[in-house]
């Protein structure tokens, strides 16, 4: 069967399932995005296994649910062991190459305790979620220091920009006026131009590292290039002319109701009653951060359309796998709500359209797939992509590429993710302890359920409710359709996920028989129950040799 020979993994940061022009947006038109889409299989209803960033890239990375894999907040190091793309295409002759950002912090505890430097390849793979790395950034790197300054500060102040963090002083801040600062962390300059120039921001930086990487290879050698990008995450900042692209006429209304806020569930309740939601929840502030919030995305769009062609000009368009997706949404006031945490669609759902160049896809080009899919699919669809042999012991998603050419696999009833609100504020708020901030969402294709530890659920009727207005956790008609929701819950909590070890395969192929042939005779009577279990065996297997 034919199949790709390189894949492009986009990742956005923060991007909305339905701010795109394919995903539904009436006036943000994305021609290069809804391309792609037109050439592969856009998902409709695809979740992350958490909607806050370092998880749910773990997740990614890993193929492995939250539960799974521990790294359940950001800067939670990925425990050493833990197996991720790397360690699964690269027995198969892939390069497996970052260039941007991956939230991932490493387990430097771990790796001291088994003697492995940072600085051997080994070390370095551990270190960066499996990847060789062309270029990280993660971005987020103020003055006060969230993360080493990256390359790109150097690449900004070799073009003129003389500050110790360009990234700030530039990329993300405007020109001030008066007394203000003009950094980009407020979110009253998220309408006025960045200070640095488009050619120079964080977008198309990348996209030039990515183009840098395919000109820098040398050999014919497979590769998988994890393209991460940092926008259109906060700071909501975006260079001319994007930053005054989308006027009051281009905005939609907020999706939230004066109803929410009466009575609401106590979890949902302490999330509105953050200092971020509370701000989303003005019409100003929201107004304000929209045109910035657009204007990335369709910088972002216009990215696309450049690196498109570049595949198309170095050959590579027909034989290279295009995913672009986003690692969480952005509430952006719906729900009276801001940044993302919690499993409403603005937060939970994500954009994901998968271009495989193979001849057996072309039956389901341009179309749209209802098919619940996680994020961990990705993991074992590169996987089979690449000729490798399905891992469903390690790897907890499901291969998407029967889906792609235009197969009817059994496929997964619910879709799940997870958030731990313990490093919050929500959690003082709400007097719980480290352990007991546990919500998992589960969804089918008509309700959405949430168990929250120590509290009632959350049920939406996303049929009869499509925008989770209406919250019937509590409401006793639908009892019986959380019990339901609770078991889907119980049962995948249940699975088998720390065997990595050892496949199912082997497993079964584990027989008594086995055991005996090896001189170990458990539970026999005598010699005659002995040769009676072998002529049976041998009965139920023809052909066994026997010698």
Request: with cysteine.
């Amino acid at each position: 069967m034919a199949r790709a020979k390189n894949v492009l993994f986009i990742m956005c940061d923060q991007l909305r399932h339905d701010y795109l022009s394919c995903g539904g947006h009436p006036h943000l038109h994305t021609p290069h995005i809804d391309g792609l889409a037109a050439r592969g299989v856009r998902f409709d209803r695809a979740y992350v296994q958490s909607p806050i960033c370092g998880p749910s890239r773990m997740s990614f990375y890993t193929g492995r649910y939250v539960i799974s894999h521990g790294s359940s907040w950001n800067s939670y190091p990925l425990k050493v062991g833990e197996l991720t793309l790397g360690d699964h295409l690269r027995p198969l002759g892939v390069d497996t190459v970052l260039i941007g950002k991956t939230h991932m912090k490493a387990d430097a505890e771990g790796m001291a305790r088994y003697g492995i430097e940072p600085g051997t390849v080994i070390g370095a793979r551990l270190a960066e979620c499996g990847f060789d790395v062309f270029e990280r950034d993660d971005g987020l790197h103020p003055d006060t220091g969230y993360a080493t300054s990256p390359r790109y500060n150097d690449w900004l102040r070799a073009r003129g920009y003389d500050d110790a963090n360009p990234w700030q002083a530039a990329a993300n801040s405007v020109d001030p006026e008066g007394n203000e600062t003009g950094t980009g962390w407020f979110l009253k300059y998220s309408d006025r131009a960045a200070k640095v120039a488009e050619e120079h921001s964080e977008t198309p930086y990348l996209t030039t590292r990515f183009m840098e990487f395919i000109d820098s290879r040398t050999d014919d050698t497979p590769w998988m290039c994890h393209l991460s990008f940092i926008k259109p995450h906060w700071p909501y900042i975006v260079p001319a002319p994007y930053h005054d692209m989308f006027g009051p006429d281009t905005w939609l209304p907020p999706v939230r109701a004066e109803s929410e806020r009466n009575d609401p569930h106590p979890v949902y309740k302490a999330f509105m009653d953050l200092r971020v939601s509370r701000n989303f929840s003005r019409d100003d502030v929201r107004e304000t951060v929209l045109p910035g919030y657009m204007g990335l995305i369709k910088q972002m769009d216009d990215q696309m359309g450049r690196l498109f062609a570049f595949l198309d000009d170095r050959g590579l368009s027909d034989d290279t796998m295009i995913v672009f997706t986003s690692d969480h949404g952005d509430y952006l006031g719906d729900h009276w709500l801001g940044e993302k945490e919690l499993f409403h669609d603005p937060s939970v759902r994500i954009p994901l359209i998968v271009y495989d160049p193979s001849p057996e896809a072309d039956a389901t080009r341009g179309t749209v797939s209802d098919a619940l899919v996680e994020a961990i699919d990705l993991a074992p669809t590169f996987l089979e992509t690449f000729g490798g042999t399905a891992q469903p012991h390690r790897l907890e998603g499901r291969s998407l590429l029967p889906l792609l050419r235009g197969e009817n696999p059994p496929w997964r009833k619910v879709a799940i993710s997870e958030y731990d609100y313990a490093p919050t504020a929500v959690r003082a708020a709400l007097g719980r302890g480290a352990g007991d901030c546990r919500l998992i969402m589960a969804v089918s294709q008509r309700w959405k359920y949430v168990f929250a530890e120590g509290f009632r659920p959350m049920l939406f009727d996303l049929v009869a409710d499509p925008q989770e207005l209406n919250d019937l956790g509590a409401d006793p008609a639908c009892a019986d359709v959380c019990s339901d929701m609770r078991e889907h819950v119980f049962a995948w909590a249940r699975a088998q996920r720390q065997r990595i070890t050892m496949s199912d395969a082997a497993i079964l192929s584990q027989s008594e028989r086995r055991t005996v042939d090896a001189g170990i005779l458990i539970g026999f009577w005598d010699e005659d129950e002995l040769s009676r279990m072998k002529r049976e065996t041998d009965a139920d297997q023809p052909g066994r040799d026997n010698a």
